[in-house]
């Protein structure tokens, strides 16, 4: 057994989700399935170099905002929400809101076609 719940849970989860999922275009061949750290550390408002620190086990006691906003990437529900923030040690004391999961914010609008 893993000495890093959370960051084996946080990595087997990432895995799961495809960058299409969340609004991220692919272009080329990816190496590993799912998302990339990065783009699980942008989409969730953390850095990159935090996000890896987490699923490595460098540290380990995030913020019940940071899991929960790590839950929306991954587009956990709230169960598996309250299951992430237990392998944290942190108990929600309120129901939380299912939200969508977030869109890539580094996505640009297709241009509008103009009619001249």
Do not use: K
């Amino acid at each position: 057994m893993s000495d890093n719940p959370l960051g084996d849970h946080l990595r087997a989860r990432r895995e799961l989700v495809q960058p299409a999922d969340v609004g991220i275009r692919v272009t080329g061949v990816r190496r590993t399935p799912g998302l990339r750290r990065e783009e699980v550390a942008t989409l969730a408002g953390i850095s990159a170099d935090y996000y890896l620190r987490l699923e490595q086990g460098r540290d380990r006691n995030p913020s019940p905002q940071v899991l929960e906003a790590l839950a929306r990437v991954l587009g956990l529900d709230t169960t598996a929400t309250e299951y992430l923030l237990g392998l944290a040690g942190i108990r929600p004391t309120t129901p939380r809101q299912t939200l969508p999961p977030p869109t890539a914010r580094w996505c640009r609008p297709a241009p509008a076609s103009s009619s001249t």
